[in-house]
């Protein structure tokens, strides 16, 4: 067939522009790791050609004999706009390309790829089979000049008949993949659209009497404690399990005591399957999934999905993941509390279900299907509507299904994503339900829940959800329609938008899952920043998005919104997320005054005791640990609450800071595994809690001393170690240490979700400020004036264009070594945004590049995000402090900050106490540098280290694709005091 496309006027259109899922491949089957058959891998260095349009191909290179010597090499799997042919692009929902389905553009970058293979001398011959894991978009292949068929359907195998091509000794495949198909209608899934042959490549023996199918049921009836275990193959054999004593045919049952599998517990049980042609080692874990009084359980439980969604993706490989890379992922995800994944949006390699299965896992798989990019066109010629899409639609569900039908960790089928409505996935449904009964199926895109077994939403805010949990939501308009999508479960299939500084507001998510049992958690939005590495012409690194390759057509860093940034190390979100889900809650118990005696411990898991944990506690004075032991625990149930006590009373150091503020003391409570687990060691950190604890002492201290009185010397102000401006009343050195500042501060870099904007009568809080001038302060000194007990500083901040101000006091008073300064704002005029700060903003010596604090830590938080803020003393350079999110913006602050101490490496330096507790930032280039940077290589440090000292800061929310900031944690403009207290550190 000609890969010319056609003449206007003509009927026909080529088979990359047919609405076929292709021709020529085997009925799909279940994938497994290996069996006694043989396997021939072909991945590595092929011969590759790049032509810019498919009208500038041939098929003389299909041709054995064909001379490739001039062409490149390419590593397979791999994306070849990864390896220096053409370049990606992305979008998040736009076609690339114009929207003329099922037609693609004359300007197709098609890649022509050819391999030399010898066969080892030991292959056995006969029946064979050409395995591919998954192509981008579409792929015709010929082996040794015979054309074997094409393919549509990216990340889905394919495979083709082979045996009798075979020779011994220089066999010949051609593979020519065609970038734009349509299929690519079908895979409009918010990521990088990368071409190429991105998974293996494989040549599989299938003897005669191998197995052509197999579906493993093993189901778990929760009130007697059995397993029943039934495997369905073609053609028939046997099943043992040893362990159970099981020796079986194919399609007889038995039922047996066994330990169930769930993601708390990942129980499988080794066996095998045995046909006349091959030999397959099984992985059975025994459970059971139903939706039953409007809810989802397995064995017989309620679960809570603490979940994120995951697209597989390297910042060098894109979706070429090797199983090392998957693994790490996964043991990173248990560590951090997290139990479940939706494969968004997309059947994932299957080694990565496979790691699912071993370490315990909910999986949501979702078949390769998405369409987004027709809701701005109103969603006129939707292929989900339109019976001849149906047969494409149908061999993408079946290949999701048949492929990884035999894992237990997968629970649920998920049609699509974001598809609108239409009789193609109603076709999905009803042929997903005859094929596999045992599994609920998902789709978020219909609220008719038509064709769902759960009810699922993406980015509804909390009152929504509130209202959803009370089952008091708006239903919709068929009464029918309503009565059964209020008896079904409720999941968050899409929340938190980890793009930036953020999420915010997880906290009150998390609540709501665990106060309605209707709704049953969910999965963040989404597990990696999508940040390809690129390395600048000084050999500076950092990570692109969308528009860093020329491309017409995308959407910036949307690509950025994980919880993980490219390179894997844990974003703050992540962090944050650890906290808010963990599986066991440490709060304080008792009643009535003074500090709680008791600790009451949750145990919030679904299945889980308490007997794998080991729970400690710590008394500390001002961070500082003065006792430590071990707290017995009840095995408390999977649901249940145990109240412990706390150890009596503790002695420890009284006296005062060095401001005259007392000390504080807290139990911080641990709960850690016991012992070893795979995917983590004994001692890991699943959760903690902290109490405040009795007083330590005497509390009386020593006073600080007699007032210093301000006197003018020379050109300069003195007040105690402060010396000022006489004419601003700017403080310019302290203790020693030259500063500017402080001055009032309300601008920030804007975050991600404060630059998102939800249509043209709301652009977001970002735009919001900038219309407000936020950015633009002007600070006039009204007055300066001296007393006996103090020097005050009267000060308006306010933008060019409005009346709209803040009026500023600024009372510096000093005792002994020490400098205080109150702070008073009062606004003045009409105020329509919140602010996005407020505080000091000053600069010290550069020099000063260690900070000591004892406050929260040890990462960054924010109003909405600092659940993970544990009190305590942390020590981190300055140049460790920041955050480097892909797009630079706010982000760094330490919350809940008493003092503060920045030093030398010798240990001098300049301490800082505030109160009440202050959001710390220090950082080596300014507000409005960090603002203008659009990669981490646009930041230079300068010769000063930049603090900001902040009495509040506007919260985070998620906007950029979800709720803004709740209410609670916005920053409205106000009254408001605060004081900070400085000196030297010797």
């Known amino acids: 067939m000609s890969g010319t496309p056609p003449a206007p006027g003509r009927t026909t259109v080529p088979y990359h522009e047919d609405r076929s899922p292709g021709s020529g491949a085997l009925p799909p089957r279940p994938w497994y790791a290996g069996s006694d058959a043989a396997r021939l891998s072909l991945n590595g260095r092929w011969r590759f050609r790049l032509s810019p349009t498919v009208a500038d191909t041939d098929t003389a290179f299909t041709a054995p004999e064909f001379d490739d010597a001039g062409w490149s090499e390419l590593e397979v799997p791999g994306h070849w706009v990864l390896q220096g042919h053409g370049a990606p692009a992305y979008t998040n929902t736009a076609y690339p390309f114009p929207v003329d389905p099922p037609r693609v553009p004359d300007e197709n970058p098609t890649g022509d790829h050819r391999h030399r293979f010898d066969l080892p001398p030991n292959w056995p011959g006969g029946p064979a089979v050409l395995h591919f894991g998954g192509v981008e978009s579409c792929a015709r292949v010929w082996l040794n000049g015979t054309e074997l068929g094409h393919f549509k359907g990216s990340r889905s195998a394919h495979e083709f008949a082979v045996g009798p091509l075979l020779r011994p000794r220089g066999n010949v495949l051609a593979v020519r993949v065609h970038q734009w198909s349509s299929g690519s209608y079908l895979e409009d899934q918010d990521q990088w659209w990368l071409p190429g042959i991105f998974r293996e490549v494989e040549l599989h023996s299938r003897p005669e009497g191998a197995v052509a199918d197999h579906f493993v049921h093993a189901g778990y009836d929760h009130t007697t404690g059995l397993g029943t275990l039934r495997v369905s193959c073609d053609p028939p054999g046997r099943v043992t399990v040893p362990s159970l004593g099981l020796d079986l045919a194919t399609d007889e ?8 599998w769930t993601a708390e517990d990942p129980v499988l049980y080794d066996g095998e399957l045995v046909t006349p042609g091959e030999r397959i080692p099984l992985r059975i874990g025994f459970r059971t999934v139903r939706v039953a009084d409007g809810l989802l359980q397995v064995n017989g ?46 059947p994932p390699h299957p080694a990565f279900l496979d790691l699912c299965d071993e370490l315990g896992m909910w999986v949501v798989e979702e078949c390769d299907l998405e369409t987004h990019g027709f809701r701005a066109l109103g969603w006129r010629n939707n292929p989900v509507d339109d019976p001849r899409w149906e047969p494409a639609l149908l061999d993408r569900a079946r290949r999701t ?26 076709a999905m449904a009803a042929w997903m339900r005859r094929r596999d009964p045992s599994r609920p199926l998902h789709y978020e895109g219909d609220p008719s829940c038509a064709d769902t077994d759960v009810y699922s939403l993406m980015y509804a805010d909390h009152a929504e959800v509130e209202r959803i949990g009370r089952r008091t939501e708006e239903p919709p308009d068929d009464a029918e329609l309503a009565a059964r999508r209020r008896d079904l479960p409720f999941v968050l299939c899409e929340y938190g938008h980890a793009m930036g500084n953020g999420p915010g507001g997880l906290s009150e998510y998390q609540r709501l899952f665990e106060t309605y049992p209707r709704c049953q958690g969910g999965f963040v939005w989404e597990w990696l920043d999508h940040g390809l590495h690129r390395t600048t012409p000084q050999g500076a690194e950092f990570h692109a998005y969308g528009g860093d390759f020329g491309e017409e057509l995308h959407d910036a860093n949307f690509v950025c919104d994980g919880l993980v940034f490219p390179d894997r190390t844990p974003s703050p979100g992540l962090t944050e997320l650890k906290k808010v889900v963990e599986p066991v809650r440490i709060t304080e118990g008792g009643s009535g005054d003074g500090p709680p005696r008791t600790v009451v411990i949750r145990n919030l898991h679904d299945f889980a005791d308490l007997s794998g944990l080991a729970f400690s506690w710590a008394y500390e004075v001002d961070g500082v640990a003065h006792a430590s032991g071990t707290l017995t625990v009840p095995d408390t149930a999977a649901g249940a609450t145990a109240e412990v006590e706390l150890p009596p009373v503790l002695s420890a150091p009284g006296g005062t800071r060095a401001d005259g503020s007392y000390p504080e003391a807290w139990w911080t409570v641990r709960a850690v595994l016991a012992e070893g687990t795979a995917w983590a060691a004994a001692g890991h950190e699943v959760a903690w809690g902290q109490l405040p604890a009795p007083a330590p002492g005497d509390r009386t201290g020593p006073p600080v001393g007699p007032p210093v009185a301000p006197r003018r010397s020379g050109a300069d102000l003195t007040l105690g170690p402060g010396v000022f401006d006489p004419a601003t009343g700017l403080l310019t050195a302290v203790a020693g240490e030259a500063v500017h500042g402080p001055r009032l501060e309300v601008w920030r870099a804007p975050t991600d979700n404060d630059e998102a904007a939800s249509g043209p009568s709301d652009p977001g809080p970002a735009a919001a400020w900038r219309r407000a001038g936020l950015h633009r302060m002007r600070h006039r000194t009204d007055d300066v004036a001296l007393s006996p007990e103090a020097l005050t500083v009267r000060t308006r901040v306010a933008a060019a264009g409005t009346d709209a101000a803040l009026r500023v006091v600024h009372r510096w008073t000093a005792a002994a070594e020490l400098l205080r300064l109150e702070v008073t704002v009062e606004p003045e005029g009409e105020w329509h945004v919140p602010l996005p700060r407020l505080g000091l903003r000053m600069a010290v010596a550069g020099s000063l590049g260690r900070v000591r604090w004892y406050g929260g830590g040890p990462g960054e938080g924010y109003p909405d995000s600092r659940a993970a803020a544990r009190l305590g003393r942390w ?27 920045l030093t030398r490496a010798d240990g001098t330096g300049l301490r800082i106490d505030g109160v009440p507790e202050f959001f710390l930032t220090a950082r080596r280039w300014t507000t409005e540098e960090l603002d203008a940077a659009r990669h981490t290589t646009d930041l230079t ?7 900001h000292l902040d009495h509040a800061q506007h919260g985070l929310g998620s906007r950029s694709c979800g709720p803004g900031v709740l209410p609670r944690y916005r920053l409205t403009a106000g009254p408001a005091r605060f004081a900070f207290t400085f000196s030297a550190v010797r």
């Open 301 to 346: 439980r309620r679960i809570l999905l603490r979940g994120v969604n995951r697209h597989e993706f390297d910042p060098h490989r894109g979706r070429a993941l090797d199983r090392g890379t998957m693994r790490r992922d996964l043991l990173m995800m248990k560590r951090h509390n997290l139990n479940a994944v939706r494969t968004s949006h997309y």
């Open 875 to 901: 020590e981190s350079s300055v140049d460790a402090l920041q955050t480097p999110y892909v797009r630079p913006q706010e982000n760094g602050a330490r919350p809940g900050v008493r003092w503060a101490e």
């Open 253 to 260: 049952s038995a039922t047996v005591a066994v330990r169930p």
């Open 401 to 426: 299904v048949e492929r990884d039908k035999n894992h237990p960790s997968v629970i649920m089928w998920s049609l699509g994503n974001e598809c609108g409505t239409g009789q193609g996935l109603s």
């Open 941 to 947: 440090p300068g010769e000063r280290v930049r603090l």
